[in-house]
């Protein structure tokens, strides 16, 4: 009984990966074009219209650029020594981890729709406050 109970999972859980491939497959294709044209977005003067904006634009950057926090972590360096404020960078790394408006498809399929964009917004505005928090808490201590 256990053996055919094992069996049935093992082919439910092979088909529902069948069916999860093109979405996944298709997820890697748009993040990979994100990441690639986002740094001509930086070069054309995204940033520097003020705190406020530019930890909205940072957040908004990052949701669309999901990816590897040790990637973010490079870019968010570069984006200091080119003079970005410390809002957008911290947005945009807090946003890259935790936002991923391009795997929002998959996740929608796999825990629901309305699940996958409360936490996306949720995490989205997160983002904005904590790159607030971040950068007042960093000012007070020094």
Known sequence: MEK??????????????IN???????????T???????PEQISAGLFGGGNAFDALIGASA???AAGHPVAS????????????SLFAVTALIV??????????????L????RFAIYRNVIC???SVAIAYLSVYTLRLMG
């Open 4 to 17: 055919a109970r094992l069996r049935a999972s093992l082919k439910k859980t092979a088909w529902t990966f």
């Open 20 to 30: 999860l491939l093109p979405i996944v497959v298709g997820m890697l294709l748009l």
């Open 32 to 38: 990979s074009l994100a990441v690639t044209v986002f």
């Open 62 to 64: 990052g949701s669309v």
């Open 73 to 84: 972590y490079l870019l968010g360096g570069e984006l200091l020594k080119s003079g970005v």
């Open 95 to 108: 946003s890259w981890v935790t936002v991923g408006i391009v795997q929002l498809p998959a996740e929608a």
């Open 110 to 113: 796999m825990l629901g729709i």
């Open 124 to 126: 989205f505005f997160s």
